[in-house]
């Protein structure tokens, strides 16, 4: 059984995100001009570009951690040009971070626990209140948080302090506390940047089968172009806060335009 409890298998849908006009600047330096592109549910999209394209940027607006001067976000029918993180979350969307943004001195366990926080219905004075209801809940989101860490094969480092962690481990915890969250849509930020081959293996198989087996829909920023290019459905190309191309990976590969701007050699062949 999937950690969601239900195994919803692998069919591209109708657009889920739509990505509208969105233009970001931070005082006078412009991350993010004119950009549009679409994301279809269950989809994995990759964003790609050279540094300081704009490609975490636009994830901070996607989640509502930016908010764009111009343009505006549609999630699941939903638009909007302003939203709260807390509130993205509730939507159904989770992140992860480019620098590793978990409790270094808490367990793998308890870490991903705090994935939850934004499901839990029970307050602490409703805890203290109603107890066993608290208890109850705890309970289930605790069963939920083990099915996670056995889908992401981390039982035998559930209790140790994530700071103790090898660096391809911590990444695998951070991935399994955004899942926690049971996103619908999930925003990874380089989630193998600083692996060796063998952990980025194992991270695209933990990608792959998160989409595939929960149906999660996935936008991921990776500067590996093997990686990109194998697991992607398409992938939009940033340049300087512009978008190059939006695309199928083969379409990506062969662009003239993106290989002058960042892949350097044509990987057409
Ligand atoms: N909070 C901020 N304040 C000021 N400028 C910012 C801020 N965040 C991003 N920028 C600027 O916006 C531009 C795009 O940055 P961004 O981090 O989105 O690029 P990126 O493609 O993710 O780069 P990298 O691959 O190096 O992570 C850069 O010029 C960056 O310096």
Redesign the pocket.
Known sequence: MSATGQDTGRRIGDVVLKVDNISLS??G?R?LTNISFTVREHEILSII??????????LNVINGFYHPQEGVITYKGQARSRMRPHEAARQGIARTF?NIALFKGMSALDNIMTGRNTMMKSNIFAQALYWGLGQKEEIAHREHVERIIDFLEIESIRKTPVGRLPYGLQKRVELGRALAAQPELLLLD?PMAGMNVEEKEDMCRFILDVNDEFGTTIVL?E?DMGVVMDISDRVVV?DY?RKLAEDVPDAVRANQEVIDAYLGVSHAA
């Not at 570009?49 to 636009?58: E, Q, R």
């Open positions: 931070f005082g330096v991350a570009g050279p540094n300081g394209a704009g490609k975490s940027s636009m480019q380089e920023i500067h940033l806060g």
